[in-house]
Each structure stands twice: as structure tokens, then as C-alpha cells.
């Protein structure tokens, strides 16, 4: 009765079938669910797969999942179905094989939780992402045609001890070293320039 109360409260679909595929448990959300994508409510003691009749390669999908946990296989998945609605459903879906007391399946358990939401929202931000990468390298384009375009020489520090600096062309000119390559006097990894030098109020830095 207890585990009877929990499996009902749950907001997850839980379903189990015997190895003949007829339907031996149900919850609510799992009712509610079903009858949603295909318009049909499932009832206890019906085949499961005879529900689907309608829906092809829905029944083709669950005769897989099912067949595969009454074979012993246990698997976890996520799903888009989409039944007789214009926009799939996302169900992370886990299933197990029931076994009597000698290790005989005797049937599938299935449990289900809709999880379309939480996926709109992950493509939703991967859009985000995708759209904001693309306005970083625009802008970074416009200020390297901007730095080009400068008639001056720029550098810019890229950390604050100044191991890589990078420059518009009139800084790699006026160094002498090839459009690219690192400007810093003190790189981190690699040695630095020996053809000139770097000095403050006459005194050479190091």
C-alpha cells in the first residue's frame, strides 16, 4: 500500500508490462501522459504495443525499449515523441526487468519524467551562445580593420605582465617582427627579440 501511494504521488511516469507485453502498472502521470500523445487511455490488462497501433513507428520504438528490458537489459534514454501532437515531447526514460524471487523476469518497469521544458531551455541558450559568439567575432573583426586602419602604431597588452602583446601592422612594421608573431620583449614561452630594445627616460628595461 505504501509503495502503491508513492508510485501515485510521483509526477514521473511509471509503467510496468508483463513479458506479453499487457499493461500490470500504472500511475496517473503515466495515464495522463499516454492519453495526451495519443489520445487513447491505457488501461490495465491491454497490450501495450496493440495501443500503438496507430502510431507505427512509436510502437516500432517501444517494441525495442520494452524487448530490450524483458531480454534483462537494463537502460536509460532520452526520448522525443511526439504521437498525434505537432511538437515532440522530451521524456528521460529508465527502464528495468522485474524479477521474481528466483531471478526470472516476469516483466518491464518503466519510469519516466518529462523533461521538455529543461530541454528548450538548454537549445534556447546553446541559440544564446551561438549568437553572442557571433557578435564577439563581428566585433572583432571591426576593431581589427579599425586598428589596421589607424595610421598610428598600436599595441595592446593581452595580461597584465605583458608576456603576449599583439599590434595593428604599423607595430609589427616598426618592430620588424612578422605580422602575428608575439610583440612582448618578455614572453613566457619563447625567447624574446634580441634586434632592439626597450627603454624608459634613457634607462633600458629588462
Known sequence: ALNRAIIDSTSDCVAAIDPDYRIILQNEAFSQQFT???GIAPELGRNLLDLLDAYPEDRARAAVLWGRTLAGKQSQTT?????????????DIRFDALRDS????????????????QRRMEQALREYAAELDCRVRERTAEMAGLMESIPAIVWIARDPECRV???????HDFLGIPQGDNLSRTP???????????SSSGRPLS
Not at 602583446?165 to 607595430?171: D, F, K, M, Q, V
Open 36 to 38: 495526451a500523445l495519443f
Open 79 to 91: 526520448e522525443e515523441i511526439t504521437g498525434r501532437n505537432a511538437a515532440p515531447v522530451s521524456l
Open 102 to 117: 528466483q531471478g526470472t523476469i516476469v516483466g518491464a518497469l518503466h519510469i519516466a519524467r518529462d523533461v521538455t521544458g
Open 165 to 171: 602583446i599583439t599590434g595593428n601592422r604599423a607595430a
Open 188 to 198: 613566457a614561452d619563447t625567447p624574446p627579440p634580441t634586434h632592439y630594445t626597450v
